[in-house]
């Protein structure tokens, strides 16, 4: 089984948990995989067409799966899959008083 | 064993040595044909020594001699105040086999009369020694590093949960100015993790209290401070000032605006983003070929577009841990340091990932996009856009944006 890492904002899905062991011959079905256990995860990283969203980046161990074979890269049983979404804090309030 | 007098052993260091006149090391000195070393104190080779010249004080000079001239066919010219220190230093290196010494006759006091050429060193103060001491140790940063330290400046996006540690850290480091931008005041609920502000700060304009609290660091420090938002309309001129660009915005509009000016500028960037135990650092490097600096990726490289408004949950929703921006804003601070100073191996195409509840600190791989809008092989993106648009808030009518105090136009540059 290969071990993916699920980020923060998405850990609300999977009941907290920050690493999901699952089976699957590439990372499409890694990600189907985590879905069917944790259901709402390929929604938050799939668009409707199935691709990636462009704010989010997923790495086959050290790297990012646009410089292999996507979605279709194969996953081995020992890879560790990151799941790496764009995160905006710095931590100050600035957002919420723009939007006051 | 032979007794000399002072004059008599000057007479025979003399006749053993080679001399040169300073016309003729003038008519030399820019065909590089001599390693010259100047052996005089410190505190005269800081105001003035003869441009290229080594500094290596008489009493060091043949302890270090092998380290600046590891070949003893070097030809070597060294030289004091008037010509007798040198003269008695050159037989010694003689001695140690080095064949092709000269010592200038009048040292540099003739050099300066005859008219020619002489640099003043940048260099610390006594107090500036004693404060950067652990930094000069470093063969990485000496105290060359530390010049260039002081004579860099780094402007922080935002004085909050990222810029406080950043900005403390490369105050108390020495970098010569900090540039501040951020329109916020204080809340009380800021200070769980925003060291620049205190209790007594709550009420005050972020950057107030961050100039305050950063003189108190170091008061070798030039404090910048930006009272407004950062906009397409002022982002170049304030950056353009600046080596390196830190970012520790908390919005997504910010982080594209300030990654486009950035790579516009060709400034590099510190980037760095936390969300409740969860940290990311890395360089965002543009390309500088006429320099050797291959580059790397841009912030859209990794991300082309922004989440949807309310898909990614803000720090202020979601919560933060107190700590975290203080690990983060720290590396970013030592990622700034170790690209003005030159060393190291900076966070360029790779992404650091920090989850600090189980504490794993992991990097990852990331490269240039060749569709990348703003850096790839056809850039799309050649100027600042509307960036409240791109990321799907209500484009920007101006009067939200606005800085509070009333200044419309230009910064507000408070400087102390
Ligand atoms: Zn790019």
């Known amino acids: 089984m290969a071990t993916v890492y699920v980020p923060t904002p998405i850990r609300r899905l999977t009941g907290g948990q920050a690493k999901v062991d699952v089976a699957g011959a590439n990372v499409a079905d890694l990600i189907q995989a985590v879905d069917a256990a944790y259901p709402g995860v390929a929604e938050r990283l799939l668009d409707d067409d199935g691709n990636l969203k462009r704010f989010i980046n997923v790495f086959v161990n050290d790297d990012e799966i646009r410089t292999l074979d996507g979605l279709a890269t194969p996953v081995g049983e020992k890879d560790k899959i990151s799941i790496v979404p764009a995160m905006a804090g710095g931590s100050s309030n600035r957002t919420e008083n723009r939007r006051e | 064993m032979s007794r000399l007098t002072r004059d008599q052993l000057i007479a025979l260091a003399r006749r053993e040595i080679n001399e040169i006149a300073p016309q003729e090391l003038a008519s030399q000195v820019d065909a590089g044909r001599y390693a010259i070393i ?28 092998e380290q600046h001239a590891p070949d003893r066919e070097t030809p070597l010219v060294i030289y004091c105040a008037g010509g007798v220190r040198s003269a008695l230093a050159a037989r010694n290196l003689q001695e140690m086999g080095y064949s092709n010494v000269h010592s200038l006759i009048s040292g540099f006091n003739g050099w300066k009369n005859a008219g020619y050429p002489f640099t003043v060193p940048a260099v610390l103060s006594e107090e500036q020694r004693i404060r950067y001491s652990r930094h000069t140790l470093l063969n990485e940063i000496g105290e060359a590093g530390q010049i260039k330290l002081l004579e860099s400046k780094v402007l922080l996006i935002g004085a909050g949960g990222l810029g406080s540690p950043a900005a403390m850290y490369l105050a108390a480091a020495g970098v010569g100015t900090l540039g501040i931008v951020d329109f916020d005041t204080v809340d009380l609920s800021n200070l769980q993790r925003q060291l620049l502000h205190g209790n007594s700060d709550v009420g005050r304009p972020k ?147 920090i989850d600090t509840l189980d504490m794993s600190f992991r990097t990852l791989n990331v490269a240039r996009d060749p569709h990348c809008p703003v850096c ?41």
């Open chain 2, 207 to 353: 950057v107030d209290s961050a100039i305050d609290r950063l003189h108190a660091i170091n008061p070798d420090v030039e404090v910048i401070g930006y009272r407004e938002p950062i906009t397409s309309r002022n982002a170049r001129e304030i950056i353009r000032d600046y080596d390196v660009v830190l970012n520790g915005s908390d919005n997504f509009p910010t982080r594209y605006l300030v990654n486009d000016a950035c790579r516009l500028l060709g400034k590099p960037l510190v980037d760095a983003s936390i969300f409740m135990f969860e940290g990311q650092v890395t360089v965002y490097q543009p390309p500088i070929p006429e320099q050797g600096i291959a580059g790397g990726p841009c912030y859209r490289c990794l991300y082309p577009d922004p989440p949807p408004p309310g898909e990614v949950p803000s720090c202020a929703e979601a919560g933060v841990l107190g700590v975290l921006p203080g690990i983060v804003g720290s590396l970013q601070a030592i990622e700034a340091i170790k690209l003005l100073a030159g060393f190291g191996e900076p966070l360029v195409g790779r992404l650091l990932m």
């Open chain 2, 38 to 65: 100047d052996i005089r104190e410190r505190d005269e080779f800081v105001q003035g020594h003869i441009p290229g010249a080594h500094f290596i004080p008489r009493g060091f000079l043949e302890l270090q001699i």
């Open chain 2, 376 to 416: 790839g092989v056809t850039p799309t993106v050649t100027e600042l856009i509307d960036y409240e648009q791109f990321c799907g808030l209500p484009a920007s009518n101006g009067h939200v944006h606005e800085p509070v105090n009333g200044h419309v136009n230009g910064r507000v540059s408070v400087e102390a």
